[in-house]
């Protein structure tokens, strides 16, 4: 099994330009998460979905920050326009079931922002 | 936010000791997990004890929980150079979001 994959690993953009981050969940997994990770912090949650339906995006920017996860699988996440303080890692992670649950995550993009 | 505080928040060891690092929280949970993150890498996951629950055990692994005192510790025993990574400990709440602490950095030298 593949796990959790994102792509891309590595991204450096200008100040105001967009970017987008594509996350495909393990399979089977009706749950999706995308999580900030600042240095030296620990995840901080942008975004969970069950299946389609986006059920918590209570600290999703939504000034600049947005996602979709059309058809329950696969998930995009936009930021536009990108600030200095954008910089991250940004995490995607899945898991079986919305309760008491595991979380799957994937390497994660790191996105520098000059 | 980060409701978990994980104590120290760096610790270094040699191998072969026992690591025990702590984990304090806020509000009430229906689980408590633990994550490991090597340098670059996503999470993984290591153990998970629920809120009826005080102990448990996996391998090397041993996870306390204290409800009312809001805290749990991971022991790692016989620690391996391998295990060189940061320790996320991770609160699911009533609302069941996953809500992770700062981490603890652990090294250990050969």
């Known amino acids: 099994e593949a796990g959790v994959v994102q792509s891309p690993r590595y991204k450096i953009i200008e100040k105001k330009q967009p970017v987008a981050f594509w996350c495909n969940p393990i399979s089977g997994h009706n749950t999706l998460y995308w999580y900030l990770q600042n240095l030296g912090q620990g995840p901080e949650l942008l975004i969970r979905y069950e299946n389609e339906e986006a059920v918590d995006d209570s600290q999703l920017p939504k000034d600049r920050f947005s996602a979709e996860r059309l058809k329950g699988v696969d998930s995009t996440l936009k930021i536009q326009p990108a600030e200095l303080g954008d910089s991250a890692v940004y995490l995607c992670?899945?898991?079986?079931?919305?309760?008491?649950?595991?979380?799957?995550f994937g390497a994660g993009s790191r996105l520098t922002v000059l | 936010s980060q409701q978990g505080e994980e104590d120290p928040q760096a610790l270094s060891i040699q191998e072969g000791e026992n690591a025990t690092m702590n984990c304090s929280y806020k509000t009430s949970i229906n689980n408590l997990q633990w994550y490991r993150q090597n340098s670059g890498r996503g999470l993984v996951h290591l153990i998970l004890?629920?809120?009826?629950?005080r102990e448990k055990h996996s391998g090397r692994l041993r996870v306390t929980l204290d409800t009312s005192k809001k805290s749990s510790s991971l022991l790692i025993t016989a620690s391996r150079a391998a295990d060189t990574a940061s320790y996320f400990c991770a609160t699911l709440g009533s609302n069941y979001k996953l809500t992770f602490g700062k981490g603890t950095l652990l090294t250990v030298n050969p």
């Open positions: 004890i629920r809120s009826n629950e």
């Open positions: 992670a899945s898991s079986a079931t919305g309760g008491a649950n595991v979380l799957t």
